[in-house]
């Protein structure tokens, strides 16, 4: 900064300027002071003009840096969201799998113990009509024993 070299001079100047005894006071070359002090107010607004541009540039990438963490949370937040979503969707439907198969293994045994029990009564039904036939049979074949 410029107007840090000045006053660095100035201060060299008031350093090396002679003192006056018993007076706490020095000699130094007014012109040359008042020199220096009008480029300070020359550089001084030029330099302000800087850091205040520095300050609002500074704020204003504070600001897009917070804004732009705003959003990665965000999305992070709408993944996760999403990502638990899924994994509700595929754990309900890992339960309906299972009920849809639990509900077809009792049809199934339904329908194996339902076939047992047609089969058995057909068979049944069967038996019971050869054991006619073959009652039927034996009083035939007495009775043609019978007749010679």
Same mark, same amino acid.
């Given at each position: 900064?410029?107007?840090? *070299?000045? @006053?660095?001079?100035?201060?060299?100047?008031?350093?090396?300027?002679?003192?006056?005894?018993?007076?706490? *006071?020095?000699?130094?070359? +007014?012109?040359?002071? @008042?020199?220096?002090?009008?480029?300070?107010?020359? /550089?001084?607004?030029? %330099?302000?003009?800087?850091? !205040?541009?520095?300050?609002?540039?500074?704020? +204003?990438?504070?600001? %897009?840096?917070?804004?732009?963490?705003?959003?990665?949370?965000?999305?992070?937040? @709408?993944?996760?969201?999403?990502?638990?979503?899924?994994?509700?969707?595929?754990? +309900?439907?890992? !339960?309906?799998? %299972? !009920?849809?198969?639990?509900?077809? /293994?009792?049809?199934?045994?339904?329908?194996?113990?339902?076939?047992?029990?047609?089969?058995?009564?057909?068979?049944?039904?069967?038996?019971?009509? @050869?054991?006619?036939?073959?009652?039927?049979?034996?009083?035939?074949?007495? !009775?043609?024993?019978?007749?010679?």
């Amino acid at each position: 900064m410029d107007v840090i *070299k000045l @006053l660095d001079e100035l201060e060299d100047i008031i350093d090396g300027s002679s003192s006056i005894p018993f007076a706490g *006071k020095i000699l130094v070359d +007014r012109e040359e002071l @008042l020199e220096i002090i009008r480029e300070i107010r020359i /550089k001084l607004p030029d %330099e302000i003009k800087q850091a !205040e541009w520095i300050k609002e540039e500074r704020q +204003r990438i504070l600001v %897009e840096a917070q804004n732009e963490a705003d959003t990665i949370i965000d999305e992070a937040r @709408l993944h996760i969201e999403e990502m638990i979503e899924k994994d509700e969707i595929t754990r +309900r439907a890992q !339960e309906r799998a %299972e !009920e849809i198969i639990n509900k077809a /293994k009792a049809n199934a045994k339904e329908i194996r113990i339902g076939a047992r029990e047609y089969a058995d009564e057909l068979l049944k039904n069967v038996q019971d009509n @050869l054991k006619s036939i073959i009652t039927t049979l034996e009083k035939n074949r007495e !009775e043609l024993k019978g007749l010679k």
